[in-house]
């Protein structure tokens, strides 16, 4: 079994601001951990994904991500903030090796971004 | 490179219509598909997967079914729409036995029943 905990429903920054998402999972194997982006009627976009190779994983549009299984945590962070990072972002998890694919989704984090 | 094409953006039924939502991708043989439902407020909920053509499985019983004619087209229906049926509708790819991939997804289509 998976699941996939995000501990805040909405975050709030200022541009320029560090951005911290948090995100616990639970896994009976090895987890694939992701995290999506959606704006606003748009579909989901992937951020990055940590597989098994480097626990610090880089991203797009400079989020990154750090993989701690010690911690079961999967947290996302921008060092500045830019007013188009304003979205929903999605912590995912399943199970490595997993060819049916079948993703367990967060409930997601509302991110907004003030001037 | 692969791509996924998911049509009508936007479509607004009357309760008791058929629907018929499409979802094709190109550049990729075989891939693992899927049908998504958003409602507002909520989280992502999986309805249908396919692993190949004709193999279809439910994750939650209810008003809609899926299809897969072919290997790259994926087909969202309903015989009778209700109320409840309204939402954000996502379709996804990913390739065949591995999830290490992560989902692609396509742009998504608004639905209201009204």
């Known amino acids: 079994a998976q699941s996939v905990t995000q501990l805040d429903s909405h975050v709030s920054v200022s541009e320029g601001t560090p951005v911290l998402l948090r995100c616990n999972y639970s896994?009976?194997?090895?987890?694939?951990l992701f995290w999506y982006v959606q704006h606003p009627n748009k579909g989901l976009q992937l951020l990055l994904k940590y597989t098994s190779a480097a626990t610090l994983v880089k991203g797009i549009n400079g989020f990154e991500a750090e993989f701690k299984k010690s911690e079961t945590s999967f947290h996302l962070t921008k060092p500045s903030a830019h007013m188009s990072d304003a979205a929903e972002y999605f912590c995912?998890?399943?199970?490595?090796?997993?060819?049916?694919?079948?993703?367990?989704f967060g409930a997601g984090t509302q991110v907004v971004v003030t001037p | 490179s692969q791509t996924i094409h998911q049509w009508p953006a936007t479509l607004v039924q009357p309760v008791g219509s058929p629907l018929s939502l499409e979802c094709t991708v190109e550049g990729t043989s075989n891939p693992n598909l899927y049908w998504y439902r958003q409602a507002a407020g909520r989280g992502l909920q999986l309805l249908f997967y396919s692993v190949g053509i004709g193999q279809i499985s439910s994750e939650v019983p209810q008003n809609l079914s899926a299809s897969r004619p072919q290997d790259r087209q994926f087909i969202l229906s309903s015989k009778k729409l209700l109320l409840s049926d309204s939402g954000f509708y996502l379709c996804?790819?990913?390739?065949?036995?591995?999830?290490?991939?992560?989902?692609?997804f396509g742009s998504g289509t608004r639905l209201t029943v009204v």
């Open positions: 995912v998890v399943t199970t490595r090796g997993d060819s049916w694919g079948k993703f367990q």
């Open positions: 896994s009976s194997y090895s987890p694939s």
């Open positions: 996804a790819w990913a390739p065949t036995g591995t999830a290490n991939y992560g989902y692609t």
